[in-house]
């Protein structure tokens, strides 16, 4: 009787540690994907973009994206966070995080015609309008007044590209890419940073 007792124990601890160490070592292979991952992504902080050439010298940036759990994106990129406070969203119900920053530098050649404002002020007036700046100004004496606009379209794709180890062929997973363009063939994209929180 206590001999079966002894073997029914044994088998419950030898149970009991099996379950035990499967979780641990669950929790083990998780900590280190997330370590992993969190070391990825402060490398990809650095990482430059790649510029390719798109359809009628169209500017496309690329690079990797990341992804971050909310209280990694508050240690790592601590700025984003407070850029997503400001709008008004909570850190843990964002999906994820797009930031682009481009500059433009269009040379542009107007000619100034003279004209009458009120019967009397001769100014010289000019209208520039390449589909994406307008400028109309006025020039009176030494006074310039302009009013300028502008308008592009920001076209952001995130994909699977490469694969992270190549020589694995199809057993290795694609890294999660994305590529920026501008409409204008001017528009220089010099930052762009695409964020998925988990």
């Known amino acids: 009787m206590i001999r079966l007792k002894t073997i029914v ?7 009991s540690s099996l379950v035990h160490a499967y979780f641990s070592n669950k929790r083990a292979n998780r900590s280190k994907k997330d370590y992993a991952r969190v070391v990825n992504s402060s490398t990809i902080i650095g990482e430059r973009l790649t510029f390719l050439t798109g359809e009628n010298h169209q500017l496309i940036a690329q690079n990797q ?5 909310a209280e990694e994106l508050q240690l790592l990129l601590p700025e984003l966070k407070r850029q997503i406070t400001s709008l008004k969203v909570k850190l843990k119900n964002t999906e994820s995080f797009n930031i682009t920053g481009f500059s433009i530098e269009t040379p542009a050649e107007v000619i100034l015609r003279d004209s009458l404002i009120y ?11 390449d589909g994406y700046f307008r400028i109309q100004g006025s020039s009176n004496d030494n006074q310039l007044n302009l009013n300028m606009s502008y308008q592009d379209t920001l076209v952001q794709v995130v994909y699977r590209g490469e694969r992270v180890h190549p020589w694995l062929w199809v057993f290795s997973k694609r890294k999660l890419m994305q590529r920026v363009s501008l409409k204008n063939p ?3 994209i ?8 988990q």
């Open 9 to 15: 124990l044994l088998i419950l601890v030898s149970i």
């Open 65 to 69: 994206t990341m992804t971050l759990r």
């Open 119 to 129: 019967d009397t002020v001769a100014v010289k007036i000019f209208d520039y309008n």
């Open 186 to 188: 001017n528009a220089q």
């Open 190 to 197: 010099h930052y762009t940073r695409h964020i998925k929180i």
